[in-house]
């Protein structure tokens, strides 16, 4: 085994275009580049990249505009040039973070060099095709692709218990294991000399209870749980602020819901923010942050929060709950508005409570992308011994034979390639060498072939 491996990262989403998973894979590559070997991203095109930022190489293969369907390019994962590059890099095991086209380039590239597949499973995909695709048997259709993609792999990680539960209720039953996701906050709260600097436009006073809310603006994350909750509060003679970092396309539709709820003047959308010290900076005043959301399977905010002393309002029973301890480094509910309105209306009165509890969540639930890579780190080493000693000859499926001639395809047309780059003379001399073994054999393959050139 080599002294330092190679890591070849795959993704369907990576900067330009941000969510939770792309900002995993950036801080994969970042630290497991820093501190165990070399790291390399594959990722589909996007013409708004500027990859030269990153610490580590990003090869980028041809990809389709699916972004009003999708929020990300759908990439085409035989793209021979990608595929050229990816084997000159020769990385010793692969890991996929998308079950789409991601790990379909990954198999494409475990049959040409052997490596390893890992594959990491974060999102609900479920719930993801059930919005995408109208048709039920298309739904079931694209359910059984992405589970069967998965089965391909080598090893499958969960980001989280309910996560892995997600997947075996989608008919996926072999082995995982759970591997956390990180964040990538330090512990500790910025200066409030810096979180004034970030919030002093704002109509936010000292008295009054701050709110805080990142994440997507899409209804499934648990926001109309919000509105009617915080309708309840304000009924009650209780006043706040709500602050919702994030964009989508329910945007709209909310901030008109807001309004009917009689909150336009207690909340402030302030859309997307990627300045991530700014981010820290809100994270830093508000007083809880709420997350009443059972789509998400990890919850990253949540993690974000308490690296910044920030307790959690969550439902009870989801993934991003998971760790949390009612009452000491959070807060847990019922998923409706009156349990959640009675929750955030008894904090209201306990705000000495709701810091204790951030200080618990900054020493109990933080976990740093850099530790978090480590003990990813320690596992490739274990599957890399695996696969060495032949304990991970996968069951071969009909998909693997399709992908290792769609490989075999790509190796000649590299190979066709090659022979257009050679001089005149190099190609003659290949001609008369064949045809003093080939005979009349290889006048045909070199007539078609010159037709070719």
């Not at 013409?47 to 699916?66: G, K, L, M, N």
């Not at 008295?207 to 749980?225: D, E, H, N, T």
């Not at 009617?228 to 709500?242: A, I, T």
């Not at 997350?291 to 991003?320: H, K, M, Q, W």
Request: hydrophobic share 40%.
């Amino acid at each position: 085994m080599k002294e330092k491996n190679t890591v070849c990262l795959m993704n369907d989403s990576f900067p330009p275009i941000i969510d939770g998973v792309a900002n995993a894979v950036v801080n994969y590559c970042i630290y497991y580049q820093k501190n165990f070997g070399s790291a390399v991203a594959a990722v589909p095109y996007h013409p708004d990249a500027v990859d030269e930022a990153f610490p580590f190489p990003v090869i980028r293969y041809r990809s389709y505009d699916t972004t009003r369907l999708v929020r990300y390019r759908a990439g085409y994962p035989f793209s021979v040039e990608a595929i050229k590059q990816l084997k000159a890099k020769d990385p010793d095991l692969i890991h996929s973070h998308c079950p789409f086209m991601s790990t379909f380039l990954a198999r494409t590239l475990r049959e040409l060099n052997g490596a390893p597949i890992v594959f990491t499973y974060h999102t609900k995909f479920d719930i993801d095709i059930a919005k995408t695709v109208p048709s039920r048997t298309l739904q079931e259709q694209a359910v059984k692709m992405v589970v069967n993609n998965i089965k391909a792999c080598d090893e499958v990680w969960a980001v989280s218990r309910g996560a892995g539960e997600n997947l075996r209720s989608m008919g996926y039953d072999g082995d995982y294991i759970i591997m956390e996701n990180g964040v990538d906050f330090p512990r500790g709260r910025v200066p409030e000399e810096t979180v004034q600097a970030a919030v002093h436009q704002f109509d936010l006073p000292e008295q009054l209870p701050v709110y805080l809310f990142i994440g997507r603006m899409m209804w499934y994350k648990g926001l109309k749980l919000i509105f009617d909750s915080l309708h309840r509060v304000l009924e009650e003679g209780k006043d706040f602020r709500m602050v919702l970092i994030g964009d989508g396309s329910d945007r709209p539709d909310m901030e008109a819901y807001a309004a009917e709820c009689g909150l336009s003047a207690k909340c402030l959308f302030l859309g997307e923010i990627r300045d991530r010290e700014l981010l820290r900076a809100w994270y830093c005043r508000a007083d809880l942050f709420l997350f009443p959301s059972s789509y998400d399977t990890n919850g990253l905010v949540v993690r974000e929060a308490a690296a910044c002393g920030l307790a959690s309002v969550l439902i009870a029973g989801s993934c991003a709950a998971e760790g949390v301890k009612d009452g000491v480094n959070g807060f847990l509910c019922e998923e409706h508005d009156e349990a959640l309105a009675a929750l955030i209306s008894s904090l209201w009165e306990r705000r000495p409570a709701v810091k204790q509890a951030g200080i618990h969540a900054m020493n109990q639930l933080y976990l740093s992308w850099e530790e978090s890579v480590s003990r990813a780190a320690e596992r490739y080493e274990i599957i890399l011994e695996r696969a060495a000693s032949g304990e991970l000859d996968h069951q071969r499926r009909l998909s693997d034979s399709l992908l290792h001639t769609a490989s075999n395809m790509i190796e000649g047309v590299e190979r066709l390639r090659e022979i257009r780059e050679l001089s005149k003379e190099e190609l003659h001399a290949m001609y008369v060498w064949q045809k003093s073994h080939l005979g009349r054999f290889a006048d045909g393959i070199w007539e078609k072939l010159n037709n070719i050139i």
